[in-house]
């Protein structure tokens, strides 16, 4: 996996993680007040995610389990 963790304490619910997400792995969840991860085997390791959270609750992982995607056909 290539997202490691969102801090929940830190997490404000901000939502920018999710908004700058290219490949969508990221969302808020139900209640609509912090960030988690959905679907984390479709992570890139961009890092987008980690630059624009203004609290630095997103950790990514060095490793992915799968192959990274570079492009789409």
């Known amino acids: 996996m290539a997202i490691e963790n ?6 404000t619910g901000c939502g920018a993680c ?3 997400c290219p490949v969508d792995c990221l ?6 007040d912090k960030a988690v991860v959905r679907y ?7 890092g987008f ?4 959270c203004p609290e630095d609750a997103v950790q990514l992982s060095a490793h992915k ?4 995607t570079v ?3």
Do not use: K, Y
């Not at 984390?40 to 961009?46: A, D, G, S, T, V």
């Open 6 to 11: 969102i801090d929940q304490e830190l997490c």
């Open 18 to 20: 999710v908004d700058s």
């Open 27 to 32: 969302r808020l969840n139900d209640a609509g």
């Open 40 to 46: 984390p085997q479709e992570c890139m390791l961009c």
């Open 49 to 52: 995610c980690v630059v624009v």
């Open 65 to 68: 389990s799968a192959p990274l």
């Open 71 to 73: 492009s789409w056909g």
